[in-house]
């Protein structure tokens, strides 16, 4: 990984300072970082194999890059939003989603299932970048509103290719949105390598909008905490957009469809899995005494339960009505939604169905 | 107890079938939740299915080797009863009659343990089988006695050297890229082979093909091809007869473009012909795992220096196995050397979608009438296929006789 990225743990779990991000986190907050870590990497690898045994229809693995997602969304405050695309498992274990909700979209019951008032996180969001101007559009109401909220934009380093990525800069810039824009490198969009969205560091692309920018080491919870922290508050202080660059990996495939030894080496996955997120917390927070085997046998079992309510959850899950689907296209009623539901009515009561 | 069977998964979004590829686990074992208990292979990748049940498997209902639509039990286990049943899996009472496979093969009964078979990771197996290596002949030298992808290369390159391995079968060492076939084989038709067959009878059907073929003398392509090779601009490219065709192409193109187009059936019942902005050219390729045609994007905007790397690049990805969904579609013309195979010409059929396929055969030294004598040249045969609804026989033989004179006499 290049060395000009932020980074205030190394990957043997030594605690580096850095002088723009001075970091005072407490072991409590450490602790619970640590198992928003593992519970993430287990609801990740629950639903990959219930995937594969036919619950779902497809699971988006984000195993490597936990890391960034769960620092970043300790530096949430609670009325802070986030927009995410279909991988921050780690941001929905940490705002407090069950786990459980994260299965509907991929089972096809429901888009989602959280309100996502309540949990502060938008609806995943599939179309490639579309949700940068989402958050723009919310930052920019946060800024009528006089409140001091931010927002957290996700998206991934192919995301960054799109039009509607660069309209979303244009405006938080112009406007001096409150919003952090939070990249995820993880180095591929499906099969396609970083290298071809970019010339350069995607970092450097900010400075073009008039935004500053930060690279960081995207497998460092620390930095990510430390870092998207800085840039909240600097964005609900009215100094305007951020963008960051997380350097990470994705170490499994684009999405349970995916086959990705088609298209990249074995040597690379292991590389960065020398430099997994986890491991180095760990290694640091058994260094300081704040975590002891008591502890992460806890976790371990925490984890353990998880993976058996997420697999008794799916026996529980029943199909959604057909109808369900013309509920909340609109918040009013809609003629036009009206009328398609009455037809799809008619259609079922013709089939004998209902 | 009860008997649960495991159905087939769909696992690559709208996948409808899958090989068995190798039970990680046998009669008797003992399995627990999402334990990995086979590896299948769809059209889009090879993956690990995990156990959803914990118990005693009772049967592997399907054996290695074959191929069983989406929705087949594959697997049974005795659970503990009361054990919660997953939604979609009915439970199967012992003595359930089996589901007929869809493909003949050992009854699974008597496929061989697995416990005890060679261990390689699911892209070493397929590698494997792309090379036609057992892999029970292979010595492991990975950990845990895995066998690794060195292990193959190692193999397959002792096993190239003539009269190194027994190994070998007489078929294979016969020419490279013809793959071994044992005798009295039943050959199962899946994969690049299917998509093949499909491709073939769907050009065969929609499209009427001309054939139409011509001779000519290549001393002068012959002589670039060893000049080039010697040009300092052209140090580590790979020039072959074959890039000087790709060129003749792009360059006959502009006079017949509508030899590069696409036929379209409108859902009207009318039709349009699309004529190509730019040249995506195809190039067969006999891969180990069957004819892939990958194709060389724009390559009307290219230099010869670039197509000479481009096509390099694109074959050596086709041979290694490594091509990619994007490779094989959006091709707009396709080339093919039959000559490699010591024959002169045939009658190519249409890549689907497209309007022409030429066909180049080996250069063989043949007497050739030059100035009212006879004299000694190197002569290939060219072969054109094209479909005679966008392209009528004056365009087809034009586009012919430019690929010809600029082959007779290339200007570089
Ligand atoms: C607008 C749009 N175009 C294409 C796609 C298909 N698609 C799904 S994921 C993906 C790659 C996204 O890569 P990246 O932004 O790097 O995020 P990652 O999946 O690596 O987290 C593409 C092209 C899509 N979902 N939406």
């Not at chain 1, 509607?164 to 939070?182: G, I, K, N, R, Y």
């Not at chain 1, 990705?260 to 927070?285: C, I, K, N, Q």
């Not at chain 2, 080797?65 to 659970?79: F, K, M, N, Q, S």
């Not at chain 2, 030298?141 to 290369?153: A, F, V, W």
Request: charged letters at 25%.
């Amino acid at each position: 990984m290049n060395e000009d990225v932020v980074r205030l743990l190394s990957p043997e779990g030594e605690r580096i300072e850095h002088e723009d991000y001075p970091l005072e986190a407490d072991h409590d907050q450490l602790r619970a970082m640590y198992r928003d870590i593992v519970l993430a990497r287990r609801t990740d690898v629950e639903s990959t194999a219930l995937q594969r045994t036919g619950e779902l229809g497809l699971w988006c693995p984000v195993l490597g890059q936990e890391g960034v997602q769960v620092g970043a969304a300790h530096a949430m405050r609670s009325h802070d939003y986030g927009f995410t695309t279909y991988r921050e498992v780690g941001m929905f274990q940490v705002r407090g989603v069950d786990p459980v909700e994260l299965l509907h979209l991929y089972r096809g019951i429901s888009h989602a299932s959280w309100d996502p008032r309540e949990v502060g996180l938008g609806i995943f969001t599939i179309v490639i970048g579309s949700h940068a101007l989402h958050s723009v559009g919310y930052a920019m109401g946060i800024q009528r509103d006089g409140a001091d909220d931010a927002v957290l934009s996700c998206f991934g380093d192919g995301a960054t290719s799109t039009g509607d990525v660069h309209e979303a800069m244009v405006f938080a810039s112009v406007f001096s949105a409150p919003v952090v824009f939070l990249v995820q490198n993880n180095q591929w969009a499906i099969s396609v390598p970083v290298t071809r969205q970019a010339r350069a560091p995607l970092s450097v692309r900010a400075a073009g909008y008039g935004m500053p920018s930060v690279r960081i080491d995207g497998n460092d919870v620390l930095a990510g905490l430390a870092v998207t922290r800085a840039a909240l508050d600097r964005a609900r202080e009215g100094g305007g957009p951020t963008f960051i660059e997380a350097v990470t990996y994705r170490r499994g495939p684009h999405t349970t469809s995916d086959d990705p030894t088609r298209y990249r080496d074995d040597g690379e996955v292991e590389h960065w899995a020398s430099l997994d997120p986890l491991d180095r917390l760990r290694r640091y927070l058994e260094a300081e005494g704040a975590i002891d085997e008591e502890f992460t046998a806890r976790v371990a079992a925490e984890a353990e339960g998880l993976g058996e309510r997420l697999r008794a959850a799916i026996r529980g899950m029943e199909d959604p009505e057909p109808l369900g689907m013309f509920d909340h296209v609109y918040v009013e009623p809609h003629r036009q939604v009206q009328a398609d539901r009455a037809a799809m009515q008619d259609y079922l009561a013709s089939l004998e169905l209902r | 107890m009860s008997t649960q069977e495991f159905a087939l998964p769909d696992v690559g979004e709208g996948l409808t079938e899958a090989e068995i590829v190798r039970w990680r686990v046998t009669v008797g074992d003992e399995v627990s939740v999402n334990q990995a208990i086979v590896d299948i292979e769809t059209a889009k990748a090879v993956v690990e299915l995990p156990s959803p049940f914990a118990g005693t498997v009772s049967g592997l209902l399907v054996s290695e080797g074959t191929v069983v639509p989406v929705g087949t039990p594959i697997l049974a286990v005795e659970v503990r009863d009361r054990e919660p049943v997953l939604i979609g899996y009915g439970v199967a009472h012992e003595g359930t009659r089996r589901r007929r496979l869809r493909t003949a093969g050992p009854a699974p009964a008597e496929a061989p343990a697995v416990t005890g078979g060679p261990r390689a990771k699911p892209p070493v197996r397929a590698l494997a089988r792309t090379l036609g290596i057992d892999l029970a002949t292979v010595t492991p030298t990975g950990p845990h006695g895995d066998i690794t992808r060195e292990d193959l290369q190692r193999m397959s390159t002792t096993r190239d050297t003539p009269g190194s391995s027994s190994t070998v079968s007489i078929a294979q060492s016969a020419t490279s890229g013809v793959p071994a076939i044992r005798l009295g084989e039943v050959i199962p038709v899946r994969g690049v082979r299917r998509a093949m067959a499909e491709a073939m009878v769907r050009s065969m059907e929609q499209a009427p093909h001309v054939t139409e073929w011509v001779d000519v003398d290549v001393s002068r392509t012959v002589e670039l091809v060893e000049r080039l090779r010697g040009r300092a601009d052209f140090e580590g490219v790979r020039v072959t007869p074959l890039t000087i065709v790709a060129a003749a192409i792009v360059r006959s193109l502009r006079r017949t473009p509508i030899v590069n187009a696409t036929w379209h059936d409108l859902p009207d019942g009318s039709a349009e012909i699309e004529v190509h902005r730019h040249v995506n050219l195809g190039i067969a390729v006999a891969s180990p795992r069957g004819l892939v045609v990958p194709h060389v994007p724009g390559v009307d905007r290219m230099s010869l220096r670039q197509l000479a790397e481009a096509i390099t690049e694109v074959t050596e990805r086709a041979r290694a196995g490594t091509l990619v969904p994007a490779d094989s579609v959006g091709g707009t013309i396709t080339l093919t050397n039959v000559g490699v195979f010591g024959v002169d010409g045939g009658t190519p059929i249409l890549n689907p979608g497209e309007a022409a396929i030429l066909a180049m055969g080996r250069i063989l030294d043949r007497a050739w009438v030059v100035n009212g004598g006879l004299a000694v040249r190197p002569v290939m045969e060219l072969t054109l296929s094209f479909d005679h609804r966008i392209v009528d026989g004056a365009a087809g033989s034009t586009f012919l006789a430019d690929v010809a004179a600029f082959l007779h006499d290339p200007v570089d």
